[in-house]
């Protein structure tokens, strides 16, 4: 990838940890999720990774969720987003994730690539808001993969340090994992890689691609809470692509909590502008993430 390529920009629309009692704009219901969808489609995000919740903001990891949720987004934004799915969560087991994968069929769905101590600290506190081992051993990124490749969803391997980069290799030799390859490093989270700009390079230094005699990988940041803006900008110089949302930060740059996905994927869209880039159009970042174009329904 260079800085002549258009920019996928992506949004994590909710995630599964913040509530409405730290940002009133986390969507819960599918129409909320769907209101969301237009938002940043308006703004120009054109992909949207999804974890589902219940109608009470509780995560869920049910195929009747997930269902709900992406049908309400298809039925706002049709086509003009490509729909990504969460698989990571501690103490689901694999085939419950399997199953939401196998009845919805997202285009994408994010693969986590390692173990890891998984935490958040608080300077002011001296302590842990909170800790957990995040547990994604080999067999269970095999298993996930295999039905990945089965329902023809190409999975985003979400790095959280230079360790789990390393892990695509085995996976290519083993014919289990095709190129070209989509990968997002993740930074920010205590027990992972630190979030500097250095370390981003050194992340992006490490994927397999061009250089092993692959095809070339489609790469991106996701940076966690404040150095998010910092990283963007860092991923935009280095030429990859980004992700925002409120899965990963409240904040717009100045402080402000942001009232909608929308007005951070604003923000992001006008930073891949201000340093000369484009943002990829939704068949644009099909075609760079090698997945099939969706035929539009009729009207």
Request: proline fraction near 6%; charged fraction near 25%.
């Amino acid at each position: 990838m260079s800085v002549e390529d258009p920019v996928v920009i992506t949004c994590s629309i909710s995630g599964a940890i913040a509530n409405r009692e730290q940002c009133p704009a986390i969507p819960y219901t599918p129409a909320e999720y769907a209101a969301e969808a237009r938002r940043i489609v308006d703004e120009g995000g054109v992909m949207i990774h999804i974890h589902a919740r219940k109608v009470d903001g509780t995560p869920s990891y049910e195929v009747e969720d997930f269902q709900a949720i992406t049908e309400a987004i298809r039925d706002e934004v049709g086509d003009d987003v490509i729909v990504n799915f969460s698989t990571g969560t501690i103490g689901v087991p694999v085939e419950k994730r399997i199953a939401y994968l196998r009845e919805c069929r997202p285009e994408v769905a994010a693969l986590n690539m390692g173990s890891m101590n998984y935490a958040k600290y608080s300077r002011s506190r001296k302590d842990f808001v909170f800790k957990m081992v995040f547990t994604n051993p080999f067999d269970e990124i095999v298993e996930l993969l295999e039905a990945m490749n089965e329902l023809g969803i190409k999975p985003e391997h979400e790095c959280f340090d230079v360790g789990h980069v390393g892990s695509l290799a085995p996976l290519i030799d083993m014919g289990v994992l095709k190129t070209p390859l989509h990968v997002d490093c993740v930074m920010g989270v205590v027990g992972g890689i630190p979030p500097t700009a250095r370390n981003l390079a050194a992340m992006v230094d490490n994927i397999p691609g061009a250089a092993d005699g692959l095809a070339g990988a489609h790469w991106g940041v996701i940076g966690i809470s404040r150095d998010q803006w910092m990283l963007v900008s860092a991923a935009l110089t280095l030429g990859g692509s980004i992700r925002v949302g409120l899965e990963d930060n409240l904040y717009l740059p100045d402080g402000e909590m942001a009232r909608s996905n929308g007005e951070l994927i604003a923000k992001a869209r006008k930073m891949t502008e201000d340093v000369g880039r484009r943002p990829a159009t939704v068949s644009e970042a099909r075609a760079m993430l090698a997945v099939p174009q969706r035929e539009r329904s009729a009207a």
